[in-house]
């Protein structure tokens, strides 16, 4: 189970990323944290005028998150406001939503009310809302609200408290009033913000969550408002992080962002089916049944929940990849709940190059994605005895062999995977599994030392994130900075003594020369070619004579010492 004290992050810009900072909040009542600590799956939905657009204006795409499109084009307020006399999703069927959720194995739905585009997608007060300014005169919240009831999920929803691009005084919204006054972010928050949230609040029953999103310098006390206000008429609704200022029930990880080691607290990585929030129609990059199966074993796995995102079309129509593989990834949940719901972390505290590894108590759940060539499956040193091991097959546990392989343990597997995208294994012991964090190099599968479990000296370790495109946020630790001493040394687990060839991923400019070297002397210099994104370069053959603990340290010979970056070292065993 995921522990309930809780380390919160608060959100710094009104960009759209944030940036983790701990804070201090009380840990909230078991009762109301059950559904997300349990639950461990949601369904986020990115829908509002942006829907319609679809990622394109007079003709032109924008090739970024498609909720963006109003500013990152630099789309006149007036036009963009008046997109919503066409906006009729007429399509949008709150009850196959909410089906598609169950489908798919969510346990709750998450909704735009407002983005920063400042447009309300529920009945309000203010005008600029989806029942008073477009033909489609319905009330998508309400019904999606109703339909969730139905169908026995949680619900709540996403409001942009601190971005409205269309209301004066928001942040990044006009910076005069109508009459030619000065805007203030006061009177948007008076007039607009809180009484909204008020309306969420109070017109749609009985809210799970309340997700506010980018408060970058919103004053405090503001914050603080609506976080009582919230409290006062949603007492059962969790709070995540990014209402600002440290406070919420649970930390909201960067967007796109699945922690590479385990993590403490209640925390919630969000991350969307392609690569945009909002419906962008030149946009396919779906990920499929597996990369979703992947992305979410491998969140619970790090003690986490996942919020995964699809975006409607203007026409209120979820688009048929998204929903095809949530199914499928839905269908693959039922037959193994017992490795999402409930579950507690991965002792080994980072992903295995065949899979993820997620606890229910005593019991230890493998999913392996990746099925060995060879039928062994290599576990790497666990501090627990290991008592039986089946391979999971519907209500049928078939047993399995297994042998010490000095401290890991190799599991005899059958030569084909019982079930696709991952077969499931399931490992009792005397204990809860325990294990220490040390990565391990696999004897038949490629395995990725990554910098986050080096100890860097004499070079900068830091988290970093890019935007591959606007909004497609990539997060990495990488070893940059290299001053002439500087190490990166890694503690390893190594399962078979043998050749391994070795890749650097990094990086940078110019040729680099890199050392690689061993606790037993063995040492590898090479020169390798960079690239301005982060690339794995080929560095040789390395020798383990004896398996076990070892060392294993990259340094930078020669290069220039502040532009090159490394992020990983590949083993790939030879053959
Ligand atoms: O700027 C938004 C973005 O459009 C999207 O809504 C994401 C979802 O987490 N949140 C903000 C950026 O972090």
């Given amino acids: 189970m995921k522990r309930t004290s809780v380390a919160l992050f608060a959100i710094l810009l009104a960009l759209p990323i944030c940036l983790p900072i701990h804070a201090r909040a009380a840990a909230p009542p078991s009762d109301r944290t059950a559904l997300f600590r349990d639950g461990n799956y949601g369904m986020f939905i990115h829908f509002g005028l942006y829907s319609h657009l679809g990622g394109r204006w007079?003709?032109?795409t924008f090739y970024g998150i498609g909720e963006w499109i109003l500013r990152q084009m630099k789309i006149p307020l007036a036009d963009y406001m008046a997109v919503a006399k066409e906006f009729n999703p007429s399509e949008f069927d709150a009850r196959a939503v909410a089906l598609l959720a169950r489908q798919a194995g969510m346990k709750w739905i998450i909704i735009t009310s407002k983005h920063h585009e400042g447009f309300a997608m529920f009945r309000s007060a203010h005008p600029f809302n989806i029942v008073d300014a477009t033909p489609f005169g319905r009330d998508p919240m309400k019904e999606l609200a109703e339909a969730c009831?139905?169908?026995g999920l949680g619900f709540g929803f996403y409001y942009s408290h601190n971005q409205d691009w269309t209301a004066p005084?928001?942040?990044n919204g006009p910076t005069q009033n109508p009459d030619g006054s000065p805007a203030a972010f006061s009177r948007y928050f008076r007039e607009k913000c809180f009484p909204q949230v008020r309306e969420i609040c109070t017109q749609y029953g009985p809210l799970q969550f309340i997700w506010f999103d980018t408060p970058g310098s919103m004053p405090r006390e503001q914050v603080i408002e609506l976080e009582?206000?919230?409290?006062?008429?949603?007492?059962?609704a969790l709070l995540c992080s990014r209402i600002g200022h440290g406070l919420g029930d649970y930390?909201?990880?960067?967007?796109m962002e699945v922690p590479p080691r385990n993590r403490e607290g209640l925390w919630e990585t969000c991350d969307t089916t392609n690569d945009s929030w909002a419906f962008a129609w030149y946009d396919q990059n779906w990920k499929d049944s597996r990369e979703i199966l992947l992305r979410l074993v491998r969140t619970v796995g790090r003690g986490g929940t996942y919020l995964l995102n699809v975006g409607p079309d203007g026409k209120g129509r979820i688009p048929p990849p998204a929903a095809r593989y949530l199914r499928q990834a839905g269908d693959w949940i039922r037959r193994y709940p017992q490795v999402v719901y409930g579950a507690g972390p991965s002792p080994w505290g980072y992903a295995m190059p065949w899979g993820d590894a997620t606890t229910q108590g005593r019991t230890l759940h493998l999913a392996v994605f990746d099925?060995?060539?060879?039928?062994?499956?290599?576990l790497p040193p666990l501090q627990s005895a290991l008592r039986s091991a089946h391979l999971v097959a519907g209500r049928k546990r078939i047993p399995i062999r297994w042998a010490a392989a000095g401290a890991w343990t190799e599991l005899r597997l059958p030569a084909a995977p019982p079930d696709r995208p991952a077969g499931v294994i399931a490992l009792e012991f005397a204990e809860i599994p325990r294990a220490e964090a040390v990565p391990g190099i696999h004897p038949n599968m490629p395995a990725t030392l990554l910098v986050d479990f080096a100890e860097v000296s004499g070079a900068e370790k830091k988290e970093i994130r890019w935007m591959e495109k606007f909004?497609?946020?990539k997060h990495v630790t990488q070893a940059g900075a290299w001053s002439e001493s500087?190490?990166?040394?890694w503690a390893v687990e190594v399962a078979a003594a043998g050749d391994y060839y070795v890749e650097l991923v990094y990086r940078g400019e110019g040729r680099p020369t890199w050392t690689i070297a061993t606790d037993e002397g063995v040492r590898l210099e090479n020169n390798q070619n960079a690239s301005s994104v982060y690339h794995a370069f080929p560095f040789g053959l390395l020798h383990f004579s004896r398996p076990g603990r070892h060392t294993v340290t990259v340094a930078l010979a020669d290069g220039i010492r502040d532009r090159i970056s490394l992020s990983a070292v590949r083993f790939t065993p030879a053959e």
């Fill in 58 to 60: 007079q003709g032109r």
């Fill in 149 to 151: 009831r139905e169908a």
């Fill in 169 to 171: 005084g928001g942040t």
């Fill in 228 to 236: 009582q206000l919230v409290r006062g008429t949603q007492p059962g």
């Fill in 251 to 255: 930390v909201s990880q960067g967007d």
């Fill in 371 to 378: 099925w060995p060539h060879d039928g062994r499956l290599f």
């Fill in 471 to 473: 909004g497609e946020w």
């Fill in 486 to 489: 500087g190490r990166a040394v």
